[in-house]
């Protein structure tokens, strides 16, 4: 490959990018101390170059003492014929050392049967890169000061994040910040061991009061992340009810299908958010037959919402108990940011806002276990279950996940509670969310750019190809300064890799002015897909589908306070997102019989 063709690539490698046919000629020309050229030795640091360079010089390494390839080259050269069959070969010094290093490695091979570990690893991995579904991990650091900024691998090189699930930049929050610094002053570092040896606290209590304050659950026990806490709760429940069979959607998390697996119990598996498919399999079952069944509320890559009340509805007339996941809802939906089931009663919910009873007949209500994160929405780390007190009780006695590890730190667990603490109090970060997320949508839409249709916070567009949906992700990077990562097969169908993009209410007007016509160059450039051109092939995802029904979304504008004037308005550059001073007096009073009195000077409130 001539050196220059190095540049056709520019617009997904950052070295390339800054990289002029001169320079790399230069690098090329030059050669280290370990004899190989500069532009090798600067591909071998890049962390998608330098893992797939060694690979070669190794193999490399073995091929220049043993490869037949190698072995005609060198007889090319010196206008020799070869055939490593003959019988003149063997008389080759080259040639005999290729055929006695290979039988030897056929040899050991064999011997003993070993297996061949290393190249078991190779193939793997090999997949993964072969059907496009290898995952490359990009190095952002997003900075408190500026979230929703973050630096790559030079801090100087700085970045918007468009699709961290830090949703309503609650890591940054100043009442959070403060109230995990104090915890980490007054308790440490670390809890001390699981929760049965050293690692209950008061402040884990305090944290699994609020949470079933939240949900209006008698109960709720809190764990090291969601995936821990959907893998335990489900295999537990399935495996403890006698010949339980559960109910899953197809488009289940995998921590829920682990969990399902985990137990044992049989499963069966109906259309996403298909609600004659679920009715028919559960017809199928005799109703004295325990039964759950298992479903999100959100789910997160295509955006669509469960039907969580005609669920329920099937639930009680065929005799199963509910699961839900809220992990991308928690903060996000509902007065109290209890989710989507809290939503659907919103005005039953508000009007009761200081209570922890139930709303009898409430969707939430009637959910048997919910499930939900502490590292989204809240901003910090770990998962939780609420329900009643003896499912919760059960599941805290059986499950080896809950049991058998070290639970969460003082510090995070104080943070998780300040933050679900402030957003009780305050709906402003959360709608103003869903202002910006209907902004971009709107955007997008205006240049025919493909979004899945669907009611929630979550923004995928559709690319249509692994390969192409990689090289968008990494030339928004590269180019436009925007991080927004590519979603493949396993997580979404072939077919239908998108980007998925996840607005803050930090973004500003300009932020996302910069965003769309950032993406609106990345599809003239890549040739990718419009909404016309999804029409003309017949649709695909809810794209471009003929007769599609008009999605509306879950927050209405009554709610957003778009009919009274009270929405929260978007910022403009260089403004700073909007604390509520109240919410976070309440959000510090909260561990105060822990903590002490706020002490020194007060928080920073932006007004």
Same mark, same amino acid.
């Given at each position: 490959?001539?050196?220059?063709?190095?540049?056709?690539?520019?617009?997904?490698?950052?070295?390339?990018?800054?990289?002029?046919?001169?320079?790399?000629?230069?690098?090329?020309?030059?050669?280290?101390?370990?004899?190989?050229?500069?532009?090798?030795?600067?591909? =071998?640091?890049?962390? =998608?170059?330098?893992?797939?360079?060694?690979?070669?010089?190794?193999?490399?390494?073995?091929?220049?003492?043993?490869?037949?390839?190698?072995?005609?080259? %060198?007889?090319?050269?010196?206008?020799?014929?070869?055939?490593?069959?003959? *019988?003149?070969?063997?008389?080759?010094?080259?040639?005999?050392?290729?055929?006695?290093?290979?039988?030897?490695?056929?040899?050991?091979?064999?011997?003993?049967?070993?297996?061949?570990?290393?190249?078991?690893?190779?193939?793997?991995?090999? !997949?993964?890169? !072969?059907?496009?579904?290898?995952?490359?991990?990009?190095?952002?650091?997003?900075?408190?000061?500026?979230?929703?900024?973050?630096?790559?691998?030079?801090?100087?090189?700085?970045?918007?994040?468009?699709?961290?699930?830090?949703?309503?930049?609650?890591?940054?929050?100043?009442?959070?910040?403060?109230?995990?610094?104090?915890?980490?002053?007054?308790?440490?570092?670390?809890?001390?061991?699981?929760?049965?040896?050293?690692?209950?606290?008061?402040?884990?209590?305090?944290?699994? /009061?609020?949470?079933?304050? @939240?949900?209006?659950?008698?109960?709720?026990?809190?764990?090291?992340?969601?995936?821990?806490?959907?893998? &335990?709760?489900?295999?537990?429940?399935?495996?403890?009810?006698?010949?339980?069979?559960?109910?899953?959607?197809?488009?289940?998390?995998?921590?829920?299908?682990?969990? %399902?697996?985990?137990?044992?119990?049989?499963?069966?598996?109906?259309?996403?958010?298909?609600?004659?498919?679920?009715?028919?399999?559960?017809?199928?079952?005799?109703?004295?037959?325990?039964?759950?069944?298992?479903?999100?509320?959100?789910?997160?890559?295509?955006?669509?919402?469960?039907?969580?009340?005609?669920?329920?509805?099937?639930?009680?007339?065929?005799?199963?108990?509910?699961?839900?996941?809220?992990?991308?809802?928690?903060?996000?939906?509902?007065?109290?940011?209890?989710?989507?089931?809290?939503?659907?009663?919103?005005?039953?919910?508000?009007?009761?806002?200081?209570?922890?009873?139930?709303?009898?007949?409430?969707?939430?209500?009637?959910?048997?276990?919910?499930?939900?994160?502490?590292?989204?929405?809240?901003?910090?780390?770990?998962?939780?279950?609420?329900?009643?007190?003896?499912?919760?009780?059960?599941?805290?006695?059986? &499950?080896?996940?809950?049991?058998?590890?070290?639970?969460?730190?003082?510090?995070?667990?104080?943070?998780?509670?300040?933050?679900?603490?402030?957003?009780?109090?305050?709906?402003?970060?959360?709608?103003?969310?869903?202002?910006?997320?209907?902004?971009?949508?709107?955007?997008?839409?205006?240049?025919?750019?493909?979004?899945?249709?669907?009611?929630?916070?979550? %923004?995928?567009?559709?690319?249509? /190809?692994?390969? @192409?949906?990689?090289?968008?992700?990494?030339?928004?990077? *590269?180019?436009?300064?925007?991080?927004?990562?590519?979603?493949?097969?396993?997580?979404?169908?072939?077919?239908?890799?998108?980007?998925?993009?996840?607005?803050?209410?930090?973004?500003?007007?300009?932020?996302?002015?910069?965003?769309?016509?950032?993406?609106? &160059?990345?599809?003239?450039? @890549?040739?990718?897909?419009?909404?016309?051109?999804?029409?003309?092939?017949?649709?695909?995802?809810?794209?471009? =589908?003929?007769?599609?029904?008009?999605?509306?979304?879950?927050?209405? /504008?009554?709610?957003?306070?778009?009919?009274?004037?009270?929405?929260?308005?978007?910022?403009?550059?260089?403004?700073?997102?909007?604390?509520?001073?109240?919410?976070?007096?309440?959000?510090?009073?909260?561990?105060?019989?822990?903590?002490?009195?706020?002490?020194?000077?007060?928080?920073?409130?932006?007004?």
């Amino acid at each position: 490959m001539q050196v220059t063709s190095l540049l056709r690539y520019s617009g997904v490698c950052p070295f390339l990018g800054h990289a002029t046919a001169g320079s790399l000629r230069n690098l090329a020309t030059t050669t280290t101390a370990h004899n190989v050229s500069s532009l090798t030795a600067k591909a =071998m640091t890049c962390p =998608m170059m330098g893992p797939k360079l060694a690979g070669i010089s190794a193999a490399r390494t073995y091929a220049s003492v043993a490869g037949n390839r190698e072995v005609e080259e %060198i007889h090319k050269q010196k206008n020799v014929t070869f055939n490593p069959a003959s *019988a003149e070969a063997a008389k080759c010094p080259h040639a005999k050392a290729a055929q006695e290093v290979a039988t030897k490695a056929q040899r050991d091979a064999q011997a003993g049967g070993i297996f061949d570990y290393q190249r078991f690893y190779e193939t793997e991995l090999e !997949k993964k890169h !072969k059907d496009k579904s290898y995952r490359y991990f990009n190095n952002i650091n997003r900075l408190a000061a500026k979230f929703p900024v973050a630096h790559t691998a030079s801090t100087k090189d700085e970045v918007d994040v468009w699709c961290s699930n830090d949703y309503l930049g609650m890591s940054k929050n100043p009442v959070v910040l403060k109230t995990m610094k104090r915890t980490l002053d007054r308790y440490g570092a670390g809890a001390g061991g699981t929760r049965n040896i050293a690692g209950n606290g008061a402040l884990h209590l305090s944290l699994e /009061d609020e949470l079933a304050s @939240l949900h209006r659950k008698q109960a709720a026990l809190v764990f090291s992340s969601c995936y821990v806490a959907n893998d &335990a709760c489900l295999a537990t429940i399935g495996a403890k009810l006698p010949g339980c069979v559960v109910f899953s959607d197809s488009s289940n998390h995998a921590s829920m299908i682990q969990g %399902i697996r985990h137990s044992g119990a049989k499963k069966v598996i109906f259309k996403h958010n298909d609600m004659a498919d679920l009715e028919a399999k559960l017809k199928a079952v005799p109703k004295e037959t325990p039964k759950l069944i298992a479903f999100e509320s959100v789910y997160s890559m295509c955006g669509s919402v469960a039907p969580i009340e005609t669920i329920c509805d099937l639930a009680d007339k065929y005799g199963a108990i509910t699961f839900l996941d809220e992990v991308h809802a928690v903060g996000m939906y509902g007065p109290n940011g209890a989710g989507v089931a809290e939503h659907l009663d919103y005005e039953g919910h508000i009007a009761t806002k200081e209570s922890s009873e139930p709303v009898k007949g409430s969707v939430m209500d009637r959910i048997d276990i919910i499930t939900g994160t502490l590292g989204k929405a809240y901003g910090v780390v770990g998962g939780y279950i609420a329900g009643s007190s003896d499912l919760v009780d059960v599941v805290r006695s059986y &499950a080896p996940g809950f049991i058998f590890t070290t639970s969460l730190p003082p510090a995070v667990v104080a943070g998780a509670q300040a933050s679900i603490a402030y957003q009780r109090e305050f709906m402003g970060d959360r709608r103003l969310q869903q202002l910006n997320t209907r902004e971009v949508k709107r955007q997008l839409n205006g240049l025919d750019i493909p979004v899945v249709p669907n009611p929630s916070h979550i %923004i995928p567009v559709l690319v249509g /190809d692994a390969a @192409l949906a990689k090289e968008a992700s990494d030339m928004l990077l *590269a180019k436009h300064k925007i991080y927004v990562q590519s979603i493949n097969y396993p997580t979404v169908a072939v077919g239908e890799e998108r980007l998925r993009i996840t607005p803050t209410p930090g973004h500003t007007t300009e932020q996302i002015a910069h965003l769309v016509s950032s993406i609106d &160059a990345v599809f003239n450039k @890549l040739n990718l897909k419009r909404i016309k051109d999804w029409k003309t092939a017949g649709g695909r995802a809810g794209v471009g =589908m003929e007769n599609a029904p008009t999605v509306e979304p879950i927050w209405k /504008d009554k709610h957003l306070g778009l009919e009274d004037g009270s929405a929260p308005v978007r910022l403009a550059e260089g403004e700073k997102g909007f604390v509520r001073g109240e919410a976070v007096e309440v959000a510090q009073k909260r561990l105060t019989h822990l903590l002490g009195a706020e002490a020194g000077p007060a928080l920073s409130i932006s007004a």
